[in-house]
């Protein structure tokens, strides 16, 4: 399995990190957990590099990891089965494959990003498509990315799959402990709409929360306006306790068509709490507006001071949708049942191919 992040090997489980971020010795990685009983055997390839300048020509400059891919080329006939998340993990491979004809092992990607970020550049396009030939399937968390397969891969269709994204929900569950404090909290380091959200707090009216920004310690240029603090990335476990304690969430988002925000705003649900998110693609199989989160339009701070005033002034309401949030995760949305979706769209898509 190749994925897009770094993974530390140890043989306790660390404290400080969440289950992707790690590989214990002996144990399940991951969502492969909740599969004990299929005995599957994972090889964990994370995108580090030997080089730090390699790794951020790889990050920043080429977008998509070589050196993971090229280090398990020789011993690729060794395997059962390659599992890519995420095309960045996933194209090299697949165009080496595709060019010299070669179809096994079976090669999945679990396609967060619409392959290549939903673009539709003729030439971009066409090395996809050359490169998807030696795929044998995707799994997707977003139902309409299959708008963006249909148009430019529909080769693709018949054998992808939608699978619903789920966080684990043993490990993010309310802390009744921690007590409510009066402050709005917003998550994130990356593809976030900061401007939208700073624009909606100060639209505010009357007596207001703090807005706590955290994962960015420099959300804007310049000084932050009065009431609003901003922190750097901190640990999950942090994160949680900050999570627990604030009378709602927001997760601001530019709208872009892929997977976005689903592992933040459904750790805050699976928290029970009321997520206010950009109406995106990425969330709309996520979230029962008015019933277990709050959508606005992506961009619109007026729409979004709106809301977040609303839950100000209503925190009984706020109360309910998070609880609602809950159910929402215990019955649909987890890693349980995210993890058998997976592993029954890998058995189907292999024998298709077949």
């Not at 994130?188 to 505010?204: E, F, N, P, Q, V």
Request: glycine share 8%; hydrophobic share 40%; net charge positive.
């Amino acid at each position: 399995m190749l994925v897009g992040w770094k993974v530390r090997s140890c043989v306790i489980p660390p404290w400080d990190l969440q289950p992707p971020d790690y590989n214990c010795e002996g144990q399940p990685y991951w969502f492969f957990r909740h599969l004990s009983e299929e005995n599957i055997k994972i090889d964990v390839v994370d995108n580090g590099c030997p080089s730090k300048l390699w790794e951020q020509l790889e990050k920043k400059r080429f977008r998509f990891y070589i050196w993971q891919s090229l280090k398990k080329l020789p011993a690729l006939r060794n395997y059962d089965l390659i599992l890519s998340h995420g095309a960045q993990s996933a194209i090299l491979l697949a165009f080496l494959r595709s060019l010299i004809g070669v179809k096994l092992p079976p090669h999945i990607i679990i396609d967060i990003g619409a392959l290549n970020g939903g673009r539709d550049r003729k030439s971009e396009v066409a090395l996809f498509r050359f490169a998807m030939e030696s795929v044998a399937g995707l799994v997707y968390h977003v139902k309409q990315q299959e708008i963006h397969y249909q148009r430019y891969f529909p080769g693709l269709l018949t054998k992808s799959r939608f699978v619903a994204y789920g966080p684990d929900i043993d490990l993010f569950a309310p802390l009744p402990d921690v007590p409510i404090e009066d402050y709005i909290l917003s998550v994130g380091y990356a593809k976030r709409d900061w401007s939208t959200l700073i624009s909606a707090y100060k639209g505010l009216r009357g007596r207001k929360p703090r807005l706590m920004i955290l994962g960015d310690s420099n959300p804007i240029s310049g000084p932050l306006p009065e009431g609003i603090s901003a922190m750097g990335r901190v640990s999950f476990r942090v994160m949680m306790q900050h999570i627990a304690a604030a009378r709602f969430i927001v997760v601001p988002l530019p709208y872009i068509p892929y997977a976005v925000g689903q592992m933040t705003v459904l750790q805050s649900m699976a928290m029970g709490k009321a997520v206010i998110a950009s109406r995106l693609p990425s969330l709309l199989n996520y979230i029962n507006d008015g019933r277990d989160g709050v959508f606005y339009t992506p961009g619109n701070f007026r729409e979004l001071s709106e809301k977040m005033q609303y839950l100000i002034e209503n925190s009984i309401i706020a109360k309910s949708i998070g609880e609602n949030a809950r159910l929402a995760t215990e019955s649909k949305f987890n890693e349980r049942l995210m993890a058998k979706g997976i592993w029954d769209s890998i058995l189907e898509i292999v024998t298709l191919s077949n």
